[in-house]
Nanobody, 112 residues
Framework: VQLVESGGASVQAGGSLKLSCAAPGYIFSRCGMAWYRQAPGKERELVSTISDGTTTYAVSVKGRFTISQDNAKNTLYLQMNSLKTEDTAVYYC?????????WGQGTQVTVS
């Protein structure tokens, strides 16, 4: 396992969570980073990306989620605010780019 997520939990609707993803420096320094999620019975969905400071968000999370990275700590974050029940999913950290196809094991977020 190259990427390690943490921070998943059960939370009430309207609450907040911050996910973290630790990555080796050789991945973090040269790859774009992303968060995906997969809800039960649904396909994996791209949530957000960050590359060279440029961020993108799925329409469903824009304005509520914020992706960021700490290069000194080789850590990717996803701040999730105003959580909704439909945000319930396993959240995965991933890297992308040339020779950058790495995934974490996922962390469960449950919103009730």
């Amino acid at each position: 396992v190259q990427l390690v997520e943490s921070g998943g939990a059960s939370v009430q609707a309207g609450g907040s969570l911050k996910l973290s993803c630790a990555a080796p420096g050789y991945i973090f320094s040269r790859c774009g980073m992303a968060w995906y999620r997969q809800a039960p019975g649904k396909e994996r969905e791209l949530v957000s990306t960050i590359s060279d400071g440029t961020t993108t968000y799925a329409v469903s999370v824009k304005g509520r989620f914020t992706i960021s990275q700490d290069n000194a700590k080789n850590t990717l974050y996803l701040q999730m605010n105003s959580l909704k029940t439909e945000d319930t999913a396993v959240y995965y950290c991933a890297s992308y780019g040339i020779r950058c196809n790495y995934w974490g094991q996922g962390t469960q977020v449950t919103v009730s």
